[in-house]
T-cell receptor, first 112, second 114 residues
């Protein structure tokens, strides 16, 4: 119940295309859902985050869609660029636990 | 000015040795974490400290011992290193406000056991 399932494991997208990464969870106590971006040799960096009282959040080319009833959330990268090539992690958190559960990661490659 | 800094960046050592990794954050955060990232990129939490108090201790061998001398520092000492300890270890920090707060990660320490 503490797992966050992330798919796909890897993704190849043409420049200008839309990249979509999906995550699913079981624990309804999760109340914060961040996405992290990790480049080779670097630590993960927060990209965008959402709380369950909102169904969508957009920041520039990055959008999180959140479906509370289905217990799923997804990251959409519009107009994908080669510079977006990285590993993306979804995560989930329950207030008061200090514990973030990470998905297994998606390696995104955007072809020029 | 690096927000979360880890030293060393690379650590190559023999099986059976003892080693330490240091982490410092200058963000004024009160919560710090250690994560292990394996070769498949899976991120797993190991420990978390809030205001120098251990609050998360996952199923980690007791060869791993974290120490937090103050809120800005969290070190990780590993005794009797084993081949399976080879991984990238990340330190992270956050505030402990209501609800989730963004975590800030260091750039990792790549530990290789020969």
């Amino acid at each position: 119940q503490q797992q966050v399932k992330q798919s796909p494991q890897s993704l190849i997208v043409q420049k200008g295309g839309i990249s979509i990464i999906n995550c699913a969870y079981e624990n309804t106590a999760f109340d914060y859902f961040p996405w992290y971006q990790q480049f080779p040799g670097k630590g993960p960096a927060l990209l965008i985050a959402i709380r369950p009282d909102v169904s969508e959040k957009k920041e520039g080319r990055f959008t999180i869609s959140f479906n509370k009833s289905a217990k799923q959330f997804s990251l959409h990268i519009m107009d994908s660029q080669p510079g977006d090539s990285a590993t993306y992690f979804c995560a989930a958190y329950t207030s008061g636990t200090y514990k973030y559960i990470f998905g297994t990661g998606t390696r995104l490659k955007v072809l020029a | 000015d690096t927000a979360v800094s880890q030293t060393p960046k690379y650590l190559v050592t023999q099986m059976g040795n003892d080693k330490s990794i240091k982490c410092e954050q200058n963000l004024g955060h009160d919560t710090m974490y250690w994560y292990k990232q394996d070769s498949k990129k899976f991120l797993k939490i190991m420990f978390s400290y809030n205001n120098k108090e251990l609050i998360i201790n996952e199923t980690v061998p007791n060869r791993f011992s974290p120490k937090s001398p103050d809120k800005a520092h969290l070190n990780l000492h590993i005794n009797s290193l084993e081949l399976g300890d080879s991984a990238v270890y990340f330190c992270a920090s956050s505030t402990s406000g209501t609800g989730g707060q963004p975590q800030h990660f260091g750039d990792g320490t790549r530990l290789s056991i020969l």
